[in-house]
């Protein structure tokens, strides 16, 4: 019994060292999609779509420009994860997909599911290869095979040795060296073994030290709390805000489509001011009570709080 309560004991203060100090990042809030939409809006714009209702697209990008290029992969818990340099990567290269198709240009359509990047990979030689695609919350492919691989110029290549380093656009394989490659792709997945087989797609990653054979540390995701929050990565950890909505992706449209045709948000006039305009119109028949006044004080005080902390949310 007291080699049970020592090793309870000892799983504890394991716990409250490796775990206690990430418990803020823990849980994953669940929200409308005004955020997404108000966030996104100061790097982009949002433009209504035959095909997909609503789209956005970046600013700021030049005709030549596609997803998936200014960043680096990493090895996570969840596979191959995507780590984004662009503001608005945490957004769109996790939830929802990037086209061309019935768009003008790359543009994203968002999703309700978070997966570590809306990819599909493929090997080819000493190459690997990536293409922003529809997939569902399991990582299948939505898209034909005909569509997938019709165009070069929508895949991105880099040598296997760059896999997991930081990218810039001297490492990707030209348009005419991407249509070689595409000729001569092969299926890219892998299986990772941890407590049971795990099936992943992209290539198998270098999990062992090659000098000692020990297993490298694997990052585990994280949560953050808001679009805007930071936190560094470290060789165990790597963070991202990755909500759950409300909304599923019809409802998801829908909030844009009701966001996209208000006024700008109404400036927050001052608490006081507010209150006594409410109070001067609430009953103009006859002169309220001290105590009356004070509890109608009271209470629009509380709604005025409540509002001005949602639209602050909203801000964020």
Not at 228 to 235: E, F, G, L, P, V
Not at 241 to 253: H, T
Request: proline share 8%; glycine share 6%.
């Amino acid at each position: 019994m007291q080699t049970l309560f020592i090793g309870l004991a000892t799983i504890l203060a394991f716990a409250q060292v490796h775990v206690g100090d990430r418990a803020p990042h823990v849980d994953r809030p669940t929200i409308d999609f005004d955020p997404f939409y108000l966030e996104l809006t100061q790097h982009g714009s949002w433009s209504p779509n035959e095909t997909y209702r609503f789209v956005f697209r970046p600013k700021g990008t030049s005709s030549t420009w596609r997803p998936y290029r200014n960043g680096r992969w990493i090895y996570s818990d969840h596979g191959w994860t995507w780590r984004g340099k662009e503001a608005w990567s945490w957004a769109t290269d996790h939830f929802g997909f990037w086209t061309q198709r019935g768009v003008s240009g790359w543009s994203w359509i968002p999703g309700e599911f978070w997966l570590p990047a809306m990819v599909e990979w493929i090997q080819s030689g000493d190459y690997v290869g990536w293409r922003p695609s529809i997939l569902d919350r399991f990582s299948n492919m939505e898209e034909s095979e005909s569509l997938r691989y019709s165009n070069p110029a929508e895949w991105n290549f880099i040598p296997n040795a760059k896999l997991g380093q930081p990218l810039t656009p001297a490492d990707f394989a030209s348009d005419e060296q991407a249509a070689e490659l595409l000729a001569n792709r092969e299926p890219c997945d892998h299986v990772f073994v941890a407590w049971r087989e795990i099936p992943r797609p992209g290539p198998a990653p270098v999990i062992d030290d090659p000098a000692t054979g020990e297993r490298l540390p694997i990052p585990v995701v994280q949560n953050l709390t808001n679009p805007t929050q930071t936190a560094t990565d470290t060789a165990d950890a790597i963070f991202f805000y990755r909500p759950r909505f409300y909304q599923d992706s019809d409802g998801i449209i829908r909030r844009i489509e009701i966001l996209s045709s208000r006024p700008d948000k109404p400036a927050v006039v001052s608490a006081r001011e507010e209150i006594q305009t409410a109070i001067n119109a609430s009953q103009p028949e006859r002169r309220l009570t001290r105590q009356e006044r004070e509890a109608q004080w009271k209470r629009l005080e509380k709604a005025h709080e409540r509002e001005v902390e949602r639209w602050e949310r909203l801000r964020r």
